[in-house]
């Protein structure tokens, strides 16, 4: 359907417009019959859209008693503003293609003259081409792609921590949008009491999300993976996570975690190259060996990005360690952190996640202003307590306009793509 629309919306101001010409086979008639299946094509998308904002509205800011609103996590309001504008859009469209089918109408069936006759054709065309460009932003949107998270594509992370503690764990709740949020919290609230003795619900939630990764990876099969889980869960907790019938469970977990993997590629290039360096032995954290490594997209678009930065301690204290961003002509072109980084322990560093929780992950979001563009440096450097420099290394992006792998739209349109290819492919 959005591509016969899509082509019915430049058929039929082309049809308009050949009547501008005199060509002999233009026909005033074929452009009334393509406006006006244009406009029925249009109808079911603008109810869609409207059923879309007032769904959204119901699950965002209810008032119902027994239920709680979810205008305390942050990205309501753009959800909010993305449908409105939609429908605006929607409306614009409609109309324009009913209205160019009752001007052809008018010429068609009443003796308006040539000089008004070529007025009402000219109206048509450029009313034609305004539902058009309405169509081409519209159907290269993202709408609503999943039947379990329907608002989970129109939400863009703003608000985030800037020193990940449970790496996996923030930065999935920070991909998710306030309905999932608020599901995610209850969730987890009603695992707290199924955790094994001797590990806390936080440690027990980033061990599976750690599990859930490696196996997506081809790390782990399904049979370790669950083994993995039994480690810090009991079967109670097991049989609940397995459950289809509830919003949360190991299927839609990876969904999540496929979305937030799709958001964030760059943290889980970090991630990846740190489980390697531990299995293949590359990994030395003794002798007062500092590992720091950086993941700073190649390009950037709109003027921003995400810089990640993992950090791990193999001194023999815990220190807290001043972290310098430099970044060419950037908004602001210094930042600076203090934040505390432990000593990595080698009995930690056996598992993903004890070579996560042990090290300092850091999440900055870089801007540069809308007028510089081209190759830009960002230098990151490290240095101790003492005030001694532990590392220094520059990375560099390119910022550009135009659409890339890693930009913004990009990854929010293979975000969604992640969800609903796993919904389906459970569904089969």
Known sequence: MPSI???????????????LTKWEYSSVEVAIIFFSILSILLLPPHFSSLFAKM?????LQLRIEG????????????????????ILRERVRLFSAILSALSLFAVWEIETGYVLGQILVSFSVILGFISWLNTFYLEGSIPMRSNKFPLLSLHAPTLHESVLNRVLTDVLVAHLDPETAGSWDDWTMS??????????????LEHMLTALHLNDRGLLTSEEMMSSIKEVYKISALDKLKDTNVKINIVSIQSLLAHTRAWQ?????????????????????????????????????????DLFVMVHNGSDSDMTVEVEIVTAHGEPEVQTLRVPCRRTKIKEVVTLDGLLDSALVLWIGLAWPSTVSGPHPVQVTINGDDGNTL???????????????ESAGV???????????LALSVSE
Do not use: C
Not at 191 to 204: F, I, N, T, Y
């Open 391 to 405: 590392s220094s290394t520059i990375v560099q992006t390119t910022l550009t306009s135009s659409l890339h792998p």
């Open 265 to 305: 590629p760059g943290l889980f290039r970090l991630i990846d190259r740190l489980h390697d360096s531990s299995k293949n032995g590359e990994l030395i954290l003794s002798e007062n060996k500092w590992r720091t490594d950086l993941d700073l997209p190649p390009r950037s678009s709109d003027g921003q990005s």
């Open 67 to 86: 239920f709680k609103s979810k205008e305390a996590y942050p990205g309501v309001e753009r959800i909010l503003n993305t449908l409105h504008e939609r």
């Open 191 to 204: 695992l707290e009491e199924k955790v094994r003795d001797g590990h806390s619900p936080s440690d027990a």
């Open 55 to 59: 769904s959204a509205r119901h699950r």
């Open 411 to 421: 990854r929010m349109a293979d975000a969604a793509e992640e969800v609903r290819r």
């Open 5 to 19: 629309r899509f082509w019915f919306s430049i058929a039929a101001p082309a049809s308009a417009g050949v009547i």
